[in-house]
């Protein structure tokens, strides 16, 4: 499987997730998300996870991480685009997503970005 | 090594016991002695009467233990000792050697007075020169391991001193960028270096650049929270730039918090960042 791609609009890094990613696969999208922080010096991350039907508990940890090493790096992190069935499944377990802000959509997840850039 | 240098042979085991009987038997080489002493060693340094006769009294013990199980070994530690603590007190090398080889002459010209045999006397002064000879050795080593102690300390020193320059770019803004590994005598160092600077310059704002740290691990970060805290003590906010991907990961895998200090990649951000909160805006005029 191809990897993730990472985008840059405006002044953001965009990750688009089509599909359900292996540990290994989620792994590596967080390494090369890092270096593009620190190559590209975005002041936000955008994650859309619309093209995902099962995020499992590993999975919120590794975004949970992500969310806070890019903080650390002075980028903040949207989540965007939650399926419905999904946002239930992870309040039923209990999952958190503390630390990561999230949105229904790319554009509403960029304007935050927008807001809280001048902040 | 040492305990085969050490090992006597027969003749010297000899020579020795003859040296030994005849240093104590007559003690009137020691005045010449004493005053070899006198002249080459500081006056801190030098022994008084009662240390002088005990210090004497053990050393013959010593050289016959020597004789008698024909290894040197347990004198030549003693010197070994010896030497440390003046060459710690700060005798210079010169000294010590010029001292030792002074010595030669007084007491073989004593042996050759009180010891009637010749073959005797050869092999007492041979003994005499060997011991000489070992303690000049023993001199020479234990000031080259001193020496290259010092270097390394002064070494040390130098590099903690120029790797914590506190840049001056903006009299508000001061960055301080870090190289190396932060100790925490070195986070002493550079929080008062900082701190001065703070002070000085009346700076609101201080950028703290660890992108030439190697490891930054709950130790670092705790020294780094020090002088952030000490920083906003005297009134200045700090900035802590330079966070490669690697630091991020290993500070959120540890479960580290940075408190509330800003954090970016990259020192240009960070810089962008402070001017901003300080009201400063970068125009281009027309050319």
């Given amino acids: 499987m191809a990897e993730v791609p990472i985008l840059s609009i405006e002044d953001f890094l965009v990750v688009s997730i089509q599909e359900d990613l292996s540990d290994a696969e989620a792994e590596g999208l967080q390494q090369r998300l890092l270096e593009r922080l620190a190559h590209a010096r975005s ?77 | 090594m040492e305990s085969q240098r050490s090992k006597l042979n027969d003749q010297q085991v000899e020579g020795l016991r003859v040296l030994v ?31 002088w006769a005990a210090t004497l009294e053990e050393r013959f013990a010593q050289l016959l233990w020597a004789a008698d199980n024909r290894d040197l070994g347990v004198y030549l530690a003693q010197q070994r000792q010896q030497t440390s603590e003046m060459a710690e007190a700060g005798m210079p090398l010169r000294a010590i050697a010029r001292a030792t080889s002074d010595l030669r002459q007084p007491i073989a ?15 007492a002064v041979d003994a005499l020169d060997h011991m000489l000879m070992e303690s000049l050795v023993i ?40 190289i190396g590994v932060i100790d925490s005598t070195r986070a002493q160092q550079m ?23 190697p490891t930054v691990d ?12 000490a920083a906003s003590l005297v009134g200045a906010r700090a900035i802590l730039v330079g966070i490669s991907p690697q630091v991020a990961q290993t500070l959120v895998r540890l479960g580290v ?11 240009r951000s960070g810089l962008e960042r402070a001017l901003a909160s300080l009201g400063y805006s970068i125009e281009r005029k027309a050319m």
């Avoid at chain 1, 590993?58 to 685009?81: E, K």
């Avoid at chain 2, 002070?199 to 030439?212: E, K, L, M, N, Y």
């Fill in chain 1, 43 to 119: 002041r936000g991350v955008v994650i859309d996870v619309s093209g995902m039907d099962i995020v499992d508990s590993y999975f919120c940890r590794i975004l949970r991480d992500t969310a806070a090493m890019s903080r650390l790096m002075g980028a903040r992190t949207a989540l965007v685009g939650m399926r419905a069935a999904v946002a239930v499944t992870l309040t039923e377990l209990g999952l958190e997503m503390s630390g990561v802000h999230t949105d229904l959509s790319l554009e509403r997840g960029l304007e935050w970005l927008r807001s809280s850039a001048d902040a």
């Fill in chain 2, 21 to 51: 009987k005849g240093l104590q038997e007559d003690q009137s080489w020691l005045e010449t002695v004493r005053a070899t002493m006198v002249r080459e060693m500081p006056e801190e340094l030098l022994p008084d009467e009662a240390e």
């Fill in chain 2, 109 to 123: 010209d004593h042996i050759r007075r009180v010891v009637d045999d010749t073959e005797d006397q050869k092999a």
């Fill in chain 2, 139 to 178: 001199a020479g080593e234990v000031y080259a391991a001193e020496r290259e102690d010092k270097v390394e300390d002064e070494f040390r020193h130098m590099i903690r001193r120029l790797s914590t320059p506190v840049i001056d770019v903006w009299h508000e803004i001061q960055v301080l960028p870090l």
């Fill in chain 2, 191 to 213: 929080t008062e270096q900082l701190l001065e600077r703070i002070v000085d310059q009346q700076a609101r704002v201080v950028i703290i650049d660890i992108t030439g740290v």
């Fill in chain 2, 218 to 229: 709950t130790a670092v970060a705790d020294h780094l929270l020090k002088t952030t805290h």
């Fill in chain 2, 257 to 267: 918090s940075l408190g509330d200090v800003e954090t970016y990649a990259d020192l």
